[in-house]
Structure formats: structure tokens, C-alpha cells
């Protein structure tokens, strides 16, 4: 992200953890831009439901580059129902070959319940370790969180608030305004 093409915003932590039989994302709802806080009530968590079947996404980065990464994966998953593998792998090729794709600023974290993954720009679709997953500004802190709350008998949800009440009060680009969605695999 060069600083000449982009105003300087950052925000957003988003979180999943798997455990017993359900995914939970959440997603905290501040935007800033340098030193402002523009807004502190977003929703950076949404729940598509591509052929009925539910499939929950969290994104950081730009909203409008998300919005339309959104939609393309949409348009993948009708065209493979019940395939979240394959839909998350045909998105981020197209997301790295497109040339309008490829300017996009944004990644993903998509989950069925069963699958998790972690789409970028770069082409990667990743697999995360340890059942929990995190991007955006406060990522790694909400993951160190939630990574050392796994060991604890708290749930799925449990341990998404307190990690991200955890990043909330680490960095200054995520707030406790939190979206969860919850999928069951």
C-alpha cells in the first residue's frame, strides 16, 4: 500500500476462531484515516448466503475494494455451491491476474463453518494454523490473544470477545464496536 496512492487509513481487526463445531468472525467497526477516527460503528463482518447455504466474510482494508471482492466471490460460490475451497482459490487468481482486481486493497477471511481461510491480493489462500485466523491492523494482537485463550474451556465466541477486547486496548486503529457472525460447520 504506497502512500502517495492511498490517504493514509487504517483500522480494522478481524478475528475467527474454530471450536466446537462452529466458526465465529469478528470484526471491530473502526475506520481512521491518519490520526482520525471517522467512524467507529462499521460493519466489516457480513454473512452471504450464496445458494442458501451461509458463508460469513470479514475484511480489512478499503470498503469499496472489499465490496467488490465480495461480490466476485459471491459470483464464485453460485458457480461452485458447497465448493468454498475452490471459490476462495478462482477469486484470488483472479484477484492476482485481473488487471483491475490486482489494484485492490483488501483481505479476507472467509469460512462455511467446516472451512477457514484467509484470501489476499497476493494470491495466497491460507489455511490458518491452530483454528484462529486474524488481518487488519490489530491482527497480530487479536491472534496472540486468541491463540493463548485456546487453551482455556472458553467457547468459540467467548474467546473472539475477549481477544478482541484484548487488540481494542493494544492498537489505537481497533475499537470495541464489535460485528460477530457465527457459522456452524
Known amino acids: 500500500m504506497s502512500e502517495d496512492k492511498f490517504p493514509g487509513w487504517h483500522g480494522t481487526t478481524i478475528l475467527a476462531v474454530r471450536r466446537g463445531g462452529k466458526v465465529v468472525v469478528a470484526g471491530d467497526g473502526q475506520v481512521s484515516v491518519g490520526q482520525t477516527v471517522m467512524k467507529g ?8 448466503t450464496p445458494g442458501g447455504k451461509d458463508v460469513v466474510v470479514g475484511f480489512a482494508g ?3 475494494d472489499a465490496f467488490t471482492l465480495l461480490e466476485r466471490l459471491e459470483k464464485k460460490l453460485e458457480g461452485a455451491p458447497g ?4 471459490a ?5 487468481k483472479d484477484w492476482r491476474t485481473d488487471k483491475y482486481l490486482r489494484n485492490l486493497e483488501a483481505m ?3 469460512t462455511d463453518g467446516r472451512e477457514l481461510f484467509v484470501v489476499t491480493g497476493a494470491g495466497d489462500v491460507l489455511e490458518p494454523e491452530h483454528d ?3 488481518i487488519g491492523s490489530g491482527g ?3 491472534l496472540a490473544a486468541a491463540r493463548g485463550l485456546m487453551s482455556t474451556d472458553a467457547d468459540a465466541e467467548d474467546i473472539a470477545r475477549k481477544a478482541m477486547a484484548i487488540a481494542a486496548d493494544i492498537c489505537v486503529y481497533t ?4 460485528t460477530v457472525e457465527t457459522v456452524a460447520g
Open 88 to 92: 476462495c482459490v478462482e477469486l484470488a
Open 175 to 178: 475499537n470495541g464496536n464489535l
Open 108 to 110: 479476507l477471511i472467509v
Open 41 to 48: 460503528t462499521a460493519r466489516k463482518v457480513r454473512r452471504l
Open 140 to 142: 497480530n494482537f487479536a
Open 62 to 64: 478499503s470498503t469499496a
Open 83 to 86: 465448493q468454498l475451497a475452490r
Open 132 to 134: 484462529v485466523a486474524a
